[in-house]
């Protein structure tokens, strides 16, 4: 498995093998979905927390901390202090550590405290255990988060207080079946340009940090789009042939891939559907156009990118081309065929309110 260099963007670094995985993120505008596609943009279904302790008692968290991410804010024991602040019973386990603890049936909520890659790695592992969970976003991208409506400047006293009267909501964890073997994602499986970003940002010479590490990732994205070659792409979705000639094919669960790219602007992680989104040749104008719009500072102009939604995609990878799933690319390359599913694990998420 690769995992590309990070462009300085994120402020989490991961060092467990397991956790691992590149914060090296396109920089990317808001893209939007034209009128010839399903284009509802529905919001993300939730109902009101109806709280599992007595009245009175103590939420009893167990939080999972990924210690790198964030600032001197976010350490363990500001973390743990913020959390009995809001009135809740705290238990402490490193992110990377033995979930079988958190598993234990004495937690009523698993806090998950890092950047999108460790929210991640622990929401795979927790899909389909009826475990429930909430985050606490310290990473720079937070795509999860914003997907979720959770403020992801809020400070984790203001975040933990919202727990009990918070709202539950279902979080779908897709699957992938490629010749490798079968893994769960959260935010997206894909290949062409953005896998070719984090294979670039895994080589790039410099990782500078902070602002100067997003224009460092605008840049590597203007080269990626200027250099990219279409390759012809086997694609089903629930029976729908949408083969063609495409730079970069992307399976959605979260609204935004990279540094808040809004990708797909309609997707709800708790619906059992994926957003398939394609892009062309006819889109790659437009992508540098967006990207030199970020590096300037400038809003982003709106571009349309086919998307389709669906439950089942079948996807022939082309010869050469890697996938990545989440932040992490595939060793494994083309040609392979995948199967890309949704809907048959999940986690039941605490949304505070």
Request: proline share 7%; charged share 25%.
């Amino acid at each position: 498995m690769t995992r590309g260099r990070s462009l300085g963007i994120g402020r989490e670094t991961r060092t467990s093998p397991r956790l691992a995985a590149t914060r090296a993120r396109a920089a990317m505008p808001g893209l939007w979905i034209p009128s010839s596609f399903d284009t509802s943009i529905r919001p993300l279904r939730s109902r009101p927390l109806v709280n599992s302790t007595p009245r009175g008692s103590p939420v009893r968290v167990t939080l999972m901390h990924n210690p790198s991410a964030g600032d001197e804010d976010h350490g363990r024991e500001a973390l743990m202090a913020a959390l009995a602040e809001a009135g809740h019973e705290v238990r402490y386990e490193p992110a990377d550590g033995d979930l079988s603890t958190a598993l234990d049936g004495t937690a009523d909520l698993i806090a998950v405290a890092g950047g999108d890659g460790t929210i991640a790695a622990v929401f795979t592992a927790l899909a389909g255990t009826g475990a429930r969970a909430t985050l606490l976003p310290l990473g720079s991208a937070n795509n999860i988060a914003r997907t979720l409506g959770i403020d992801e400047d809020a400070a984790p006293l203001a975040l933990a207080r919202g727990w009990k009267r918070g709202e539950r909501r279902p979080f779908d964890v897709g699957r992938l079946r490629a010749s490798d073997g079968t893994r769960r994602f959260v935010e997206s499986v894909g290949g062409g340009l953005f896998t070719d970003l984090l294979l670039r940002a895994e080589e790039a010479p410099v990782d500078p940090g902070g602002d100067a590490g997003n224009a460092h990732g605008l840049r590597l994205m203007a080269q990626v789009i200027a250099d990219a070659v279409p390759q012809r792409w086997t694609v089903g979705l629930d029976g729908l042939d949408l083969s063609g000639e495409y730079l970069s094919v992307e399976v959605m669960n979260t609204r935004q891939i990279g540094p808040h790219m809004r990708l797909a602007p309609g997707a709800d992680p708790g619906d059992g559907l994926l957003d398939l989104v394609l892009i062309g040749e006819e889109q790659r104008e437009a992508l540098g156009t967006a990207v030199e719009a970020m590096a300037a500072g400038d809003p982003a102009p709106a571009l349309d990118m086919p998307s389709r939604r669906g439950r089942s995609l079948r996807i022939g990878v082309p010869g050469g081309c890697r996938l990545h799933v989440d932040d992490e690319v595939r060793s494994a390359e083309g040609p392979e065929d995948v199967l890309i599913t949704i809907g048959d694990a999940r986690i039941e998420l605490v949304v505070p309110r």
